[in-house]
C-alpha cells in the first residue's frame, strides 16, 4: 500500500477508556487514524443497532485525532455511521477495543467491542476485537503491545478471508510470561446467571443481573479458554454465519 | 410427556404487540403459557443485554395467563430473568415472536426475537424464534398457524440438537399458497445503509439510519432468502458458535 491505512477506532466501554487510548496510541503509528466511539460505556450491548430513535455523532478532541467523534449509539451505529456517513474512503481496517475485560467464548455474542468488528467484516472491511482479559479500569493494556502490533500488519497486509474477523483476548499476564499467539476456536460456555433481588425505596422489586461463567468443555485443548488461560494471546476467526450447518439432515427429517 | 408442557414466551416487539398475542393463542392450546416479553419494542437490540442498570419485571394481564411479566429489559433478559429468576420451573421449550418483520439471513444478528431463542439455547432449552415477513402492525399472523403448531410439536416430541434453536419465518402469503416447510442455511447478506441527516431546532445535526437489504448470494437455492421468495415458511437451525472454522488453517499460517 502506498498511502498510509485508513484505520477505523472503536470501543465499547466509551470513548474516553482507558483501553480505547492505548490502542489509538499504538495505531496512530500504524496508520492515519479516525475515531468514532460511543459517547458511554456500550457493554453488554452486543449486536444491538438504534432504529426507533435518531443518533448523534459530535467531533470531539479527547485523543488529539482530526477525525474524531462521540457517538450517541452502540458499538455497532458508530460503525454503520462511521462507514456510511462520516467517512469519506471506506477504512482500510477497524479495529474495535481494547475491551476492559474478557471477550472468549459465548461473550462474542454479548460483546459490543466484538459486534463493532462483526459488522465490519459484514461490510467487507477487515476488522478486529481486541479485548484484555482484566475488568480493572486501570488495567496494563502495554503487556500485549508487540504481539497486538503484529497481529494489526499481518491483517493489513493479508486482509482476513471474506466476512470473517478476528477476536483476540490478551490473557491478565506481563509479556515475558505471554507464550505467543493461537488462532482457535470459540469454546462452548455460558453464563450461569442468577438475579440479586432488592427493593426500591417504594417497596417495589427490581434486579441486577450477575452470573458466572462456565466452561462446559474443560477437557478441550483447541478452544479460547483453554489457550488464553495456558498463557496465549488468543485469534478466533469469527463471522456472522450463525447456521448450525450439522443440524440441518436431522432437522429436516423431523418436520418435513 | 405426561404432564402439560411448560412455553415460555417473549417477543421484541413487546408484550402488547398482535404478534405475540397470536403466538400465545396458539401455545395456549399446546401447553401451559409463562409470558415474560419488554415493556416496550426492542427490535434491532441484538444479543444486549443489561449489566449497566436495574431490571424490573411486573406482573401484568394483558393476555390473561396466570405468569405474564413485562419486563423493562431486552429479549435477551427476558429469558434469562424469567428461568433464573421468575420461574419455578426451567420451562420446556421458549417461543420467542411472532415477530413482525422477516428476520432471514443476517438480521438474525440485529434480531432481539431471534437473539432471545439463541440465549434459550445457549441454556440448554429448546428454543423457536418467529418471524411474519410483513412489517405491518394489522399483519395477518393466521396463514402460518398449521405450519407453526407442526413445528412447535415436533420440537416438543423431538427436542433439539444441543445448543441450536431455530429461526423460522413465515412468507407474507396465504395459507393456499404457502408450499411448505424448507430446511435451510442463512443467506450471505447485508444492509446496504445510509444515513439520514436533519437539524434539529437549535441547528445541530442528528441522523436516522435507513438502509435496504441486499442478498449478495442470489443464485444459491439453499438459502433462507430463496426460499422464502420462492413460497415456502423457512426454519434454519441457528447456534451462538460464531466461529469461522474454515479460516483457521490460513490463519494460522499468516498469525504465527
New interface residues.
Given amino acids: 500500500m502506498s498511502r498510509k491505512p485508513i484505520i477505523l477506532i472503536t470501543n465499547d466501554d466509551g470513548i474516553t477508556a482507558p483501553g480505547i487510548s492505548y490502542l489509538i496510541s499504538i495505531a496512530k503509528n500504524l496508520g492515519d487514524v479516525f475515531i468514532v466511539a460511543p459517547d458511554k460505556?456500550q457493554?453488554?450491548?452486543?449486536?444491538?443497532?438504534?432504529?426507533?430513535s435518531?443518533?448523534?455523532?459530535i467531533p470531539t478532541k479527547y485523543h488529539n485525532v482530526e477525525h474524531e467523534y462521540s457517538c450517541s449509539g452502540?458499538p455497532?451505529?458508530c460503525v454503520?455511521?462511521a462507514?456510511?456517513?462520516l467517512m469519506k474512503h471506506k477504512p482500510d481496517i477497524i479495529l474495535s477495543g481494547i475491551n476492559h475485560g474478557s471477550n472468549l467464548s459465548?461473550n462474542?455474542?454479548?460483546s459490543g467491542t466484538m459486534?463493532a468488528a462483526?459488522e465490519g467484516a459484514?461490510?467487507g472491511i477487515p476488522s478486529i476485537g481486541f479485548s484484555l482479559c482484566d475488568y480493572a479500569h486501570e488495567a496494563d493494556f502495554t503487556q500485549g503491545k508487540e504481539y497486538l502490533e503484529?497481529?494489526i500488519l499481518?491483517v493489513l497486509k493479508?486482509k482476513?478471508?471474506k466476512?470473517?474477523c478476528?477476536n483476540v483476548n490478551i490473557p491478565k499476564l506481563t509479556k515475558d510470561v505471554i507464550k505467543?499467539?493461537k488462532?482457535?476456536?470459540?469454546a462452548?460456555a455460558?453464563w450461569e446467571?442468577?438475579?440479586d433481588?432488592?427493593k426500591d425505596p417504594y417497596g417495589?422489586?427490581?434486579?441486577?443481573?450477575t452470573g458466572e461463567f462456565k466452561n462446559l468443555e474443560k477437557e478441550a485443548t483447541d478452544t479460547d479458554v483453554w489457550a488464553n488461560e495456558n498463557g496465549y494471546i488468543t485469534?478466533?476467526?469469527?463471522?456472522?454465519?450463525?447456521?448450525?450447518?450439522?443440524?440441518?439432515t436431522?432437522?429436516?427429517e423431523?418436520?418435513?
Same sequence: chains 1, 2.
Avoid at 457493554?43 to 426507533?52: D, V, Y
Avoid at 435518531?54 to 455523532?57: F, P, V
Fill in positions: 460505556p457493554s453488554g450491548m452486543g449486536h444491538a443497532i438504534t432504529i426507533n435518531t443518533l448523534r455523532a452502540t455497532v451505529d454503520k455511521i462507514i456510511n456517513q459465548i462474542v455474542i454479548y459486534s462483526v459484514v461490510e503484529k497481529i499481518s493479508n482476513l478471508p466476512g470473517v478476528l505467543g499467539i488462532v482457535c476456536r470459540q462452548n455460558l446467571e442468577s438475579f433481588e432488592r417495589r422489586p427490581y434486579y441486577w443481573l485469534v478466533v476467526p469469527t463471522h456472522a454465519d450463525m447456521t448450525a450447518y450439522e443440524a440441518i436431522i432437522l429436516s423431523n418436520l418435513l
